[in-house]
């Protein structure tokens, strides 16, 4: 009888030492940030020198349904499974435009890693060439 009575107050102490700690529904209500929290105001610093500013979605225009049609197609001959699903496609591609609009020294990269899995299990560099080249030629000039 004695032990049980230990192995409860050891559970008891347990309990009221997390309750003291900030559990419960009155810890959740104090770490919410109060409406007077002001962000910071200073900007984070640029990842590297080099690198411009991302384009806004202003600065890439959507392609038309001629550039899409020649886009698809580009695609398509590099890949068929690049355009399965059409508009996603399109929607990689503009994200890739906004690359090149920005100067990005890392389109290729960034290129591969939007259309590459899934469908498309592999992209070799030529074929991200290509791809980068497609988006150029078809809309984004």
Known sequence: MKRNATIAGAVLAALAALTACGGGADAEESEKPSKTTVAPTTPPAPSSPSTKAPAKAGDVREPDATQTKTLIAALKAIDPGLVVKEDRAVRRAWRVCGDIKAGSTRTNENAKFRFEGG?????????VDAL???????FCH
């Not at 980068?132 to 078809?138: I, N, Q």
Request: hydrophobic share 40%.
């Open 132 to 138: 980068v080249s497609a988006v150029k030629t078809s």
């Open 119 to 127: 469908n498309v299990p592999h992209l070799s560099p030529a074929q």
